[in-house]
């Protein structure tokens, strides 16, 4: 139980583009949802958590405007990348916890590489 | 390209050694805490988890300790296997929603 897919695993596209990133909880519903960040030897930068019906959350020094994230559903959240640049190349990864989820594990994508050229 | 000047700290042992990777959180506040296992190319993959009130907890194979008074959290594999070779980081909850991540320990198994 309690798996988390997100798609595509993997896409590169030019400088300039929006990407869209899908994450799904698939035998679980979810409230809320996190996107992090993961540069290469790095850990796990919290970008914004994804409330469902409601506005994300976003962490200190993420723009909103550059990541947008959708959370329409209790099993969807998306987070788009706008006018992609190398920069934005890394490692995107989402979670989901479950309804009754007051301290209780996160549950992992298994992450979308974005290379941006 | 990729950083400079970033690398894990890795631990070496050899196959059939028991492991231990430590932790130092940062929040006092935090009052729960998870170890999870992160493979090349893939997402972070739920090993053990510990609420403030407890120090101790074991799985199978695995145990982790919680030391608040010094903000230390340790994870112990036994019988180290080929298969458990990953970066392992742990993870705190300052908030009842925000998980926090750690810097990351590789692990290495040697044959």
């Keep these: ?117 | 390209g990729e950083s400079v000047g970033l690398h894990l700290p890795t631990l070496s042992v050899q196959e059939g050694d028991n492991s231990i990777i430590n932790c130092a959180y940062s929040n006092s506040a935090s009052d729960y805490f998870i170890w999870y296992k992160q493979e090349s190319g893939k997402g972070p993959q739920f090993i053990i988890d510990i609420r403030s009130n407890m120090d101790k907890r074991q799985g199978q194979r695995v145990t982790v300790l919680l030391n608040k008074t010094v903000k230390h959290l340790s994870l112990q594999i036994a019988a180290t296997q080929p298969g458990d070779s990953a970066v392992y980081f742990c993870a705190e909850t300052p908030s009842s929603y925000k998980l926090i991540f750690g810097s990351g320990t590789r692990l290495l198994v040697r044959p």
């Design chain 1, 1 to 117: 139980g309690a798996v988390v897919s997100q798609h595509p695993s993997w896409v590169i596209c030019k400088s300039g583009t929006s990407v869209k990133i899908e994450c799904r909880s698939l035998d679980f519903q979810a409230t809320t949802m996190f996107w992090y960040r993961q540069f290469p030897k790095q850990s796990l930068m919290l970008m914004a958590t994804s409330n469902e019906g409601s506005k994300a959350t976003y962490e200190q020094g993420v723009e909103k405007d550059k990541f947008l994230i959708n959370h329409a559903s209790l099993t969807l959240s998306t987070l788009t990348v706008t006018s992609a640049h190398p920069e934005d190349s890394s490692f995107y990864i989402c979670s989901a916890r479950d309804l009754d989820g007051l301290n209780q594990p996160q549950h992992f994508g298994d992450g979308t590489r974005l290379s941006i050229l």
